[in-house]
């Protein structure tokens, strides 16, 4: 696009120019008032830069504040363009004269610059023009991509710190690999192959299934389900079973100091091995009168949940009144934000309700709502639990084939059973 007109020299210009922010806004509104929209927009992102550029400048560099007029950008895109040279005199520049000319005749103001001198420079005032130009930029549709970067203001600098004699110092010249470029190590991807697993196993939330219970429907018994903890727990006395727990407690705590140094991601991946993951998590909440609403929950949902479940079980007469859950013994008050799995309430838990007022009077579970878990009765039963890592019996016993020994190959005619009919490779 062709501009309507040029700009002369200030002394041409009818009219003494406006300094200041007023000038600055009066010679964009004659830049956008001289020409159309196209040949505005290089004029004010170029004017856009070279404010930028003296803005961002230290006080002391005379680059930005020097502008030779004769440049080929200049021309073009500022001095051609009526108001283009006025914004600059708003700002504070002047005209000066420079050295001798190599070739007047060829360039009659290659000894002409624009000269921002330190007493006419106003910070404020140059900030504020390249607010109005911005405010342009958006008029005239110019994209953030084409306009100059706003850079990042410094941070201070730290405070000195006080020399300590006994503190040790020590400076590793290796270079720092930050984690954001680091390649993860073996054990971290098989850690987030284990994570990814779990989440699959575990689902999504599943039907509460709430049931309530009290003294004329009592809880059902548990139909059977997986064995937890040692078999030889069946029929032991408690001194046995404390016995057995504390010794397998010290065992742990033996292997652990002698074990190497080991990350924490080695740790997560070690207890995910060993882990088995539940769908869902039935939890019993006991009220004083030992009545019991029983729901499913998702073993990672939080006792905030189980909060919200009960109170939305009450009625209106009660739905606001004060409560916590704990468990015992010994008696641990469970708060809001905790994780089911994190207070060992999965695959299932019985869980009491204390009222942090008077206790509601009237019938047996007269305080919740008429008709609450009427439609389901039926026996209750633990999740079934699935390990995160299959072990060799499991993988067998799910019909895969067992790979023949070399003492055993088909075809060989050698005995591969021993006296009572056992073969060699079974392993009881």
Wanted: with cysteine.
């Amino acid at each position: 696009a062709i501009p309507m007109q040029t700009e002369g020299t200030p002394e041409e210009t009818a009219g003494a120019p406006l300094g200041g922010i007023e000038g600055c806004r009066q010679a964009i509104e004659t830049i956008r008032s001289s020409c159309f929209d196209a040949a505005a927009s290089p004029v004010i992102l170029t004017l856009m830069k070279y404010t930028h550029n003296l803005l961002h400048s230290p006080p002391g560099d005379d680059r930005p504040r020097n502008i030779r007029i004769s440049n080929a950008t200049f021309q073009a895109k500022v001095a051609a363009v009526e108001g283009g040279q006025a914004f600059f005199h708003a700002l504070g520049f002047v005209q000066e004269s420079r050295g001798m000319s190599y070739d007047v005749a060829r360039d009659p103001l290659g000894t002409s610059f624009l000269v921002l001198k330190p007493e006419a420079e106003d910070r404020a005032i140059v900030e504020q023009a390249l607010a109005l130009l911005h405010i342009e930029a958006d008029i005239l549709g110019i994209g953030q991509d084409q306009r100059p970067k706003q850079k990042k203001a410094a941070a201070p600098a730290p405070p000195p710190v006080a020399f300590d004699p006994y503190k040790s110092n020590v400076t590793s010249m290796a270079p720092t690999i930050t984690s954001e470029y680091r390649e993860p190590s073996i054990t971290e991807k098989k850690l987030k192959q284990l994570k990814d697993r779990q989440g699959l196993l575990e689902g999504g939330i599943p039907d509460r299934q709430v049931q309530i219970f009290n003294s004329a429907n009592p809880p059902p018994a548990a139909t059977p389900g997986p064995v937890l903890g040692d078999a030889r727990s069946a029929g032991a006395s408690d001194s046995t079973l404390i016995a057995r727990s504390m010794h397998k407690k010290m065992e742990e705590q033996k292997k652990r100091e002698a074990a190497p140094f080991r990350t924490r991601a080695m740790r997560e991946l070690e207890a995910l091995e060993k882990a088995k993951v539940f769908a869902f998590t039935v939890i019993r909440v006991q009220f004083p009168d030992r009545v019991v609403i029983q729901a499913h929950f998702h073993p990672r949902e939080s006792v905030g949940t189980v909060i919200d479940l009960v109170r939305q079980n009450l009625s209106p007469d009660h739905a606001n009144r004060p409560f916590h859950l704990y468990v015992s013994p010994p008696k641990t008050k469970l708060a809001a934000e905790d994780l089911l799995t994190a207070q060992g309430l999965v695959p299932a838990a019985l869980v009491y309700l204390s009222w942090e007022s008077t206790p509601p009077e009237g019938p047996e579970g007269g305080y919740l709502k008429p008709g609450v878990g009427a439609e389901i009765q039926a026996p209750v039963a633990y999740p079934k639990s699935t390990p995160l890592v299959e072990s060799k019996d499991d993988s067998q016993s799910n019909g895969k084939s067992i790979p023949a020994l070399p003492g055993n190959m088909p075809g060989q005619n050698k005995s591969s059973t021993k006296k009572g009919g056992k073969p060699s490779w079974l392993k009881l």
